[in-house]
């Protein structure tokens, strides 16, 4: 391409379309965003955002709003499953980092970044599925939409998440996501729920023989301010399986699961409702990021299973990072190239510990969780210091 691309299509309003949106146009390049899903609906649980990725939302100024509206996390600390004290990491990271861990509503983030991305004038288009996307030479880039609709621009960025249609056209016999054989149950509860327990602004988890459960504080809302989530073997049952059944049999299915677990898990599970299941998947390395004037980001390049607590992180500084290549004003093939070239190694090595970590979460004999947990006594000091690589990534200096 000669002449410097002046409008980009994005496929996908979840994290790294409306951040990728802003980005551009502080680039000077138009975008347009196409979401399937209406606005702000079906976005259940909560996440925390690392260090790495709070320097993100503090350069576009809404680091501040994001510690008003979730919860900073002081420490990540872990339990056995009768409540014996394992280890704590994650301490002091606003100190160690320049910015704190927050917990938040996946949903009050998503509107922060949505308002954001209308403030700069991006425009964003809801209830457009992508279904294929056209590349004739010279000729503009087309994505053709589920509702017969089209849309033009001089290149595509494909922030359609883990489930991608975009990876489908940069890479057609590519790899599909697989499920890790975990699933995710999660949802929130009430503050008063904690009150009087000497937990702070911790997130307290807990290693089962078999499975995980975690908790924390992720609003001041008094309905909705903790957060917690449970990770289990699937056992061949998937996600769609569960979320057929109502309320009463998935908070039965937990009481079954957690049954003689360290308080306050059992109240947790008593009290919780509207409760959200999601399949826990992941999508090998893919060859490449990009064909002609399309490239991947956030998990729609490098799916991560969430057990780094990171990937939102990356989908922040994957859309900073090309934001900040786009203002050279390079060739378009050579921008893309050099995004994958600097992104591939960090993102890669992430995937990579997640992996790793999702293994803690299985299910065990009582010896193998006896040794696990003592072996995560022993190491944890020592991992913790050994992910300060991961928080200590700063976007903006790179
Ligand atoms: C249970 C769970 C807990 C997690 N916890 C954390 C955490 O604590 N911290 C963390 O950093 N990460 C966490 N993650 C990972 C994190 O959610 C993802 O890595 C992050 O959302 C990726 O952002 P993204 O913008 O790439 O994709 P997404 O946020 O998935 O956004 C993709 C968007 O594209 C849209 N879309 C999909 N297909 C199409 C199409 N064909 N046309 C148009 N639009 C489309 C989707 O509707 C969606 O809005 C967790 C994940 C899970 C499943």
Known sequence: MTQRPRKALIIGAGIAGPVTAIFLKRAGIDAEVYEAWPCATGIGGALQIAPNGMHVLAELGLADEMIRRGSVADSFDFYSQSGRPLGSINRNMQARFGQPAVNMCRASLNEMLID?????????????????????????????????????????????????AVRAHVIPDGPRPFDTGLIGFGG???????????????????????????????????????MWWSTQPSHGVDAATFRAMDQAALRQHLR?????????????????????????????????????????IGDAAHATSPHAGQGASLALEDAMRLGRLMRDRQEL????????????PRAEKIVALARRNGNSKREFSATGAWIRDRMLK??????AKGMDWMYAYDPRAA
């Open 116 to 164: 954001k991305a209308w403030c700069a004038n991006a425009a964003l288009h809801f209830e457009k599925r992508l279904a294929r996307i056209e590349d004739r030479g010279d000729q503009p880039v087309v994505a053709h939409f589920t509702d017969g609709t089209s849309a033009e621009g001089d290149f595509v960025i494909g922030a359609d998440g883990v489930h991608s």
């Open 188 to 226: 929130f509860v009430p503050r008063a729920l904690l009150a009087g327990r000497s937990i702070g602004q911790r997130v307290e988890t807990t290693f089962g023989q078999s499975g995980y459960f975690g908790y924390g504080f992720c609003s001041s809302e008094p309905d909705a301010g903790v």
């Open 256 to 296: 079954e699961f957690h049954a003689g677990w360290h308080d306050p898990i059992p109240a947790i599970i008593e009290a919780a409702e509207n409760i959200v299941v999601t399949d826990t998947l992941d999508v090998a390395t893919l060859p490449t990021w990009s064909r002609k004037r399309t490239l991947l």
């Open 333 to 344: 093939g050579l921008i893309f190239q050099n995004f994958e070239h600097e992104r591939r």
């Open 378 to 383: 022993l190491l944890l000091p020592v991992s």
